[in-house]
C-alpha cells in the first residue's frame, strides 16, 4: 500500500508540473509543430514498449472508425485547445480545468448512456460551471482582445478539458477489449499522423537553433515523462487501486501547478481565481462522494 501511494504522489506530481513544462516548451517552439513532435515521439516510445512486451498492434478493420476518432480527439483537438491555450493564456489556468475532467466524465457517460443520472453530479456540474466562470471572470471585465487574449486563452483550454474528457470515455471500449498499451500506442501514432496537416500552420516559426535548453527541457518532459512515463503509472496504479480513490490525490495536482508557477513566474493570483479553485475542489469532493456511495451500493459508476 505504501508503495502505491508513492506512486499516487509521483503521479501527481509530474500531472501538475506538466502545465509549467509545457509554458516554457512554448517558449522555444511553436504549439502545433511541437504537438506533432511530441506525440510521435510518445507514439514511438509506446511502440518499442509493445514490442519488447512481443506485442503486436492488431486492431480488426472495424475498429478503425473508432480509432480515427478517438485520435483526432486526443491529438489535433486536444493539443490545440491545451498548447494553443497555455501560451495565450497561462498553467495555472491549464492546471485548474483539468480538475474538472471528473465532473466532465460523469456526464459525458451520462450522455452516452453509460452510467446513471445523480443528483448529486448536478450540484457538481454547476459549482465547477461557476469554478470556470470565476476563473474566466476577470477576462471579460477587462476586455480581452477576441483574437489574442486570455479570455481566447481560457476557452481553448476548456476545450482541451471537454476533449480530454470526451476521450477518457469513448475509449473505454477498446481498452476494455485490446488493453491501455495497445490502444493508446495506436491512437497517439495515428492522431500523430492525423495532426501533419496542422504542422503547416506554424512549422515556418520553428527556429531549432533560437530554442533556449529550458525550451528543450520542456518539450523533452511533456514527451518523454508525461506522454510516456506517466501514462504507465497510472495505469500500473489503476491496475492495484480503487480508481476513484486514487482522483482523490491526482486531481489535487492544480494546486502543484498553480503553486510553482507563481513560484517560477510570479504569476499573479487574482481573487477570482480563488473562488473558482474552491468551487471546482467542492465539485470534485462531490464527484469522489458519488463514486464512493455508488460502490457501497453496488451501483455501477462512470470510473
Request: aromatic share 14%.
Amino acid at each position: 500500500m505504501i508503495r502505491v501511494f508513492c506512486l499516487l504522489a509521483l503521479i501527481t506530481m509530474i500531472a501538475g508540473v506538466t502545465p509549467i513544462a509545457a509554458r516554457m516548451a512554448l517558449d522555444g517552439f511553436p504549439p502545433m509543430t511541437m504537438a506533432w513532435f511530441r506525440f510521435g515521439s510518445a507514439g514511438f516510445l509506446l511502440w518499442l514498449t509493445l514490442r519488447c512486451r512481443k506485442k503486436r498492434l492488431d486492431f480488426r478493420r472495424e475498429d478503425l472508425p473508432m480509432l480515427i476518432g478517438l485520435a483526432l480527439i486526443c491529438v489535433p483537438i486536444n493539443q490545440y485547445g491545451f498548447l494553443v491555450g497555455i501560451k495565450k493564456a497561462n498553467a495555472s489556468h491549464a492546471g485548474l480545468f483539468y480538475a474538472l475532467a471528473p465532473v466532465l466524465v460523469f456526464w459525458i457517460s451520462l450522455l452516452f448512456r453509460k452510467t446513471t443520472y445523480n443528483h448529486l453530479m448536478l450540484v457538481a456540474a454547476l459549482l465547477a460551471a461557476a469554478g470556470a466562470g470565476c476563473v474566466i471572470w476577470p477576462s471579460f471585465r477587462l476586455g480581452c482582445a477576441w483574437t489574442g487574449g486570455t479570455l481566447v486563452g481560457d476557452l481553448l483550454l476548456l476545450l482541451a478539458i471537454v476533449s480530454w474528457a470526451l476521450f477518457v470515455v469513448l475509449s473505454k471500449p477498446l481498452i476494455s477489449r485490446f488493453g491501455a498499451l495497445k490502444t493508446l500506442t495506436a491512437v497517439f501514432l495515428l492522431g500523430t499522423l492525423l495532426h501533419t496537416p496542422f504542422v503547416c500552420f506554424d512549422l515556418h516559426q520553428l527556429d531549432i537553433r533560437a530554442a533556449r535548453w529550458t525550451a528543450w527541457a520542456g518539450f523533452a518532459y511533456i514527451t518523454g515523462v508525461t506522454c510516456y512515463v506517466n501514462y504507465l503509472l497510472i495505469y500500473l496504479v489503476l491496475a492495484r487501486y480503487e480508481a476513484t480513490r486514487a482522483m482523490i490525490v491526482v486531481n489535487g495536482s492544480f494546486l502543484i501547478t498553480v503553486f510553482v508557477e507563481w513560484l517560477a513566474f510570479r504569476e499573479p493570483l487574482t481573487r477570482y481565481f480563488f473562488y473558482g479553485t474552491v468551487l471546482i475542489l467542492v465539485a470534485i469532493s462531490l464527484d469522489v462522494l458519488r463514486g464512493l456511495w455508488s460502490r457501497k451500493d453496488g451501483s455501477v459508476s462512470s470510473d
